[in-house]
T-cell receptor
Framework: SAVISQKPSRDICQRGTSLTIQCQVD?????MFWYRQQPGQSLTLIAT?????????ESGFVIDKFPISRPNLTFSTLTVSNMSPEDSSIYLC??????????FGSGTRLTVV | AQRVTQPEKLLSVFKGAPVELKCNYS??????LFWYVQYSRQRLQLLLR??SRESIKGFTADLNKGETSFHLKKPFAQEEDSAMYYC????????????FGTGTKLQVIP
């Protein structure tokens, strides 16, 4: 299955700033998915990123807050913009792997102070 | 809308006892069900999916469409099974978003 490198693994950020999270996959994939896992809650899909087109956002998530780039078939970034303490979460990227499951990055633990 | 329900936040069992992690789903289409596991300090990883009908690490799960359930079972729990377990659902057509349950923490008591 695909191997995903995600960074940073964690960060502590000041409110009002932005953080960009990167995901690198060791193979070409059509879609990459970005999830958020707030404390004590399940994973929630933020958006689906296709190469060469705008990301598709789920209800409750907007591009201005979570801009996504997908410059090629192996890389994507998610930016958390104008952060507030409510954005403190674990953010994960995911791709569909060859055995039809989904492979996840190791996650980025974000704390906004 | 897709929905996955895991009614137990925490399940504690003794080593050697049977384990059943409950999962119920709601989906009008043709679902594909998964179980994911996250061990302490490790990334989320696929444990098994219903269409493969595999037994992984002694765990099995049967899709019951009548009861809309996909419970995860293991006859004899081991300490290394202690982890967070997430039931998940996507459309069987592939390349669809995955909806996760809230997770169950399995604690195996030595």
């Amino acid at each position: 299955s695909a191997v995903i490198s995600q960074k940073p693994s964690r960060d502590i950020c000041q409110r009002g700033t932005s953080l960009t999270i990167q995901c690198q996959v060791d193979s070409q994939v059509t879609m990459m998915f970005w999830y958020r896992q707030q404390p004590g809650q399940s994973l929630t899909l933020i958006a689906t990123a296709n190469q060469g087109s705008e990301a598709t956002y789920e209800s409750g998530f907007v591009i201005d807050k979570f801009p996504i780039s997908r410059p090629n078939l192996t890389f994507s970034t998610l930016t958390v913009s104008n952060m507030s303490p409510e954005d403190s979460s674990i953010y994960l990227c995911s791709v569909e792997s060859s055995n039809y499951g989904y492979t996840f990055g190791s996650g980025t633990r974000l704390t906004v102070v | 809308a897709q929905r996955v329900t895991q009614p137990e936040k925490l399940l504690s069992v003794f080593k050697g006892a049977p384990v059943e992690l409950k999962c119920n789903y709601s989906y009008s289409g043709s679902p594909e069900l998964f179980w994911y596991v996250q061990y302490s300090r490790q990334r989320l990883q696929l444990l098994l999916r219903h269409i493969s009908r595999e037994s992984i690490k002694g765990f099995t799960a049967d899709l019951n469409k009548g009861e809309t359930s996909f419970h995860l079972k293991k006859p004899f729990a081991q300490e290394e099974d202690s982890a967070m377990y997430y039931c998940a659902l996507s459309d069987a057509g592939g390349y669809q978003k995955v909806t996760f349950g809230t997770g169950t923490k399995l604690q195996v008591i030595p």
